[in-house]
Every structure is written in structure tokens, then in C-alpha cells.
């Protein structure tokens, strides 16, 4: 089993995938410009906390902490959305 640290971090990957995928079809199906404000500031804080989340799991990486098989969890986090 996998520590919950590392685990936590792929659950922030797979949430920042989600609001990704919600920014872009919400500014597909906006009604305004005024929710292009919104999923623009959605998109960017997805990238923003993805960008921390993989800091965060190199980290682990270099330290010998990430105990976490990637292609493993990359499967689970796009089969989840």
C-alpha cells in the first residue's frame, strides 16, 4: 500500500486533470464573457497547483519516498474522469 502522502498527491493530479477538462467545456458552452473570467481562473489555478503537485512528486522521487508506480497511477487517474 502506498503511503498517503504520495497517494494525496496523485488525487490533487487527477483533480487538477478535472478542472482542466471543466475550464474547457465551460468556455465552450459559456453564455458571457464574464464566465470566461471564470474558467480562465480555474484553468490557470489547475495548472498552477498541477505545476506544484509534480515539484512535490519529483521530490518524493529523489528522495526514495515515492513509493507510487506512475503508469499505475496515471492509468487510475484518467479512467477515474
Known amino acids: 500500500m502506498s503511503q498517503k502522502y504520495n497517494t ?3 488525487e490533487v493530479l487527477r483533480i487538477t486533470r ?3 477538462l ?6 465552450h458552452d459559456r ?6 473570467v471564470l474558467y480562465g481562473n480555474l484553468r490557470d489555478s489547475a ?3 498541477r ?4 515539484k ?3 521530490l518524493h522521487s529523489e528522495n526514495g519516498k515515492w513509493d507510487i ?5 496515471l492509468q487510475n487517474m484518467t479512467a477515474d474522469s
Not at 22 to 27: N, P, R
Open 31 to 36: 453564455n458571457d464573457p464574464s464566465c470566461g
Open 18 to 20: 478535472e478542472m482542466m
Open 69 to 73: 508506480n506512475d503508469s499505475t497511477s
Open 8 to 10: 494525496n498527491i496523485i
Open 22 to 27: 471543466l475550464a474547457d467545456q465551460g468556455d
Open 56 to 58: 512535490e512528486r519529483l
Open 51 to 54: 505545476r506544484l503537485a509534480e
Open 47 to 49: 495548472y498552477k497547483l
